[in-house]
């Protein structure tokens, strides 16, 4: 057992509330993507409902192409 800081706890909060995705997401630049594979994606929600649901919502910040077997969330 081990004991973790108050901010820990807060910035743990705010990462989940924000997606596990925000820092990626975040790092990108503009035209830059994230390639994921369906195989090792583990959410019940579709990748284009799930990257276009949230991180469109104030601004459409990314766009989500199929190409094969993987998607590519795309930063605009």
Known sequence: MEIVTQEFV?????????????KAIKTLQKGQALC?????????????????????RDEKTVSVLRLGDYYYVIRL
């Open 10 to 22: 807060s910035q743990m909060i705010d990462d989940k509330k924000k997606g596990e995705f925000n």
């Open 36 to 56: 994921i594979s369906p195989k090792e994606w583990r959410k019940r929600t579709s990748i284009p409902h799930y990257f276009l649901g949230k991180y469109n």
